[in-house]
């Protein structure tokens, strides 16, 4: 379902072949985990049986040999090495497995406690285990997942709060801050007129006129209409303004390719500073399918906030990212077109220019 899924550990290898003798010999030279369960070495001189990765220093090549699980060992009069535990690590893995399932399973997103009790181990232990496994505590793998949930709904038609929901978030402020790290919406380092930030810039031809397109490093932080380096000056008083890079060129022609071919997927880095609403309207903006528009009110009701009409208005207005958080797909509720930032014509050319498609 998303890339999380591809990192789950090996299946429990019940069914797997056991590697021939060298390659046992290899993995327990090389103390590899991943080949623990896979089968188990059986120490002549001492009596004892090892999963590979055992830290017990190595006996000589001759005095091992090779079987494919603990009951074989035990069969042949072994006993099982009190330093690495061979015969936890089918349990491990088959709780790992389980755990995993259930976490993907899951509505919600659930808690540790809840997780652990499934797979019959105590939580603090079965932390260790998972991340062991897996490379990834519980939390980390189900956050995972929720996100791709998220992107997946995100690039259906509908509202955010029921995209939010249905990815397994409890709240939406909880999807706001994964938005943040994952959905390339980086809350803004900079502060104060852009003390302390590096912002190139250039401006770009449109079909519908000169476009000024600046980013930090981070991201894109001003597309606008009509506007130059007086403009960004003035917006950010405080930051050093260079002049454009071969990254910032590709982005602002993907940028100006975007007026003419709304519908295609832009997937630029942003960095813009705004409120956890501000930045919950324009996630919701990005959402509106191209040729699509929505109300003012309905935006707000999408964002868990349905008196907050005017707020929701208002995060449009001080949007700065034209086109790329399409704000002029937001009309009032009678269906006239309502204000745009960059005059009415634009927000209108636009509309016509998608609804064309
Ligand atoms: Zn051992």
């Known amino acids: 379902m998303n890339q999380m899924t591809r990192r789950k550990p090996a299946p429990t290898p019940v069914a797997d072949a056991m590697p021939d003798d060298d390659a046992c010999w290899d993995a327990f030279l090389a103390r590899d985990r991943a080949m623990d369960g896979r089968f188990v070495g059986c120490v002549a001189t001492t009596g ?6 055992c830290a017990a220093r190595h006996p000589k090549r001759e005095n091992m040999a090779f079987l494919p699980d603990p009951a074989a060992a035990q069969a042949a009069g072994y006993r099982a090495c009190l330093r690495c535990h061979p015969d936890a690590v089918g349990r491990d893995r088959l709780a790992v ?11 919600e997103t659930p808690r540790l406690e809840a997780i652990a009790a499934h797979a019959g181990y105590a939580p603090h232990h079965f932390h260790r285990l998972f991340k062991r496994e897996t490379g990834l505590t519980p939390a980390a793998y189900a956050r995972g997942v929720r996100v791709g949930r998220l992107k997946a709904t995100l690039a259906q038609p509908g509202s955010v709060t029921a995209a939010i929901y249905d990815a397994g ?12 790290q994952h959905l390339g919406m980086t809350p803004s380092a900079w502060k104060d007129g852009g003390r302390g ?11 519908l ?10 991201g894109l932080c001003r597309i606008s209409f009509g506007e130059g380096e007086a403009e960004l000056r003035a917006r950010f008083p405080h930051a050093a303004l260079l002049p454009s890079d071969d990254a910032l060129d590709a982005m602002a022609q993907r940028v ?5 071919d709304p519908g295609t997927h832009v997937d630029l880095p942003i960095d813009v500073r705004g409120t956890a609403f501000q930045q919950a309207v324009w996630a919701a903006l990005r959402a509106i399918p191209p040729g699509e528009t929505r109300s ?14 005017r707020a929701a208005g208002t995060a449009c207005g001080v949007n700065n ?30 509309l016509a220019q998608e609804k064309g498609k």
């Open 209 to 218: 006129g000169p476009m000024l397109v600046a980013a930090t490093d981070k």
């Open 48 to 53: 004892i049986y090892c999963k590979p990765s």
């Open 296 to 309: 003012y009110g309905e935006i707000a009701a999408a964002v868990g906030r349905p008196g907050a009409v």
């Open 256 to 260: 100006s390719a975007l007026v003419d």
């Open 97 to 107: 497995a389980a755990a995993i399932a259930f976490i993907e399973a899951a509505e």
């Open 197 to 207: 930030a590096t912002i190139r810039w250039r401006v770009v031809d449109s079909s």
């Open 321 to 350: 990212l034209a086109v790329l958080i399409p704000c002029h797909r937001v009309v009032r509720g009678d269906g006239t077109l309502g204000g745009y930032a960059w005059g009415v014509e634009k927000k209108r050319a636009l």
């Open 169 to 180: 978030y409890s709240a939406p402020s909880r999807a706001y801050a994964d938005a943040r």
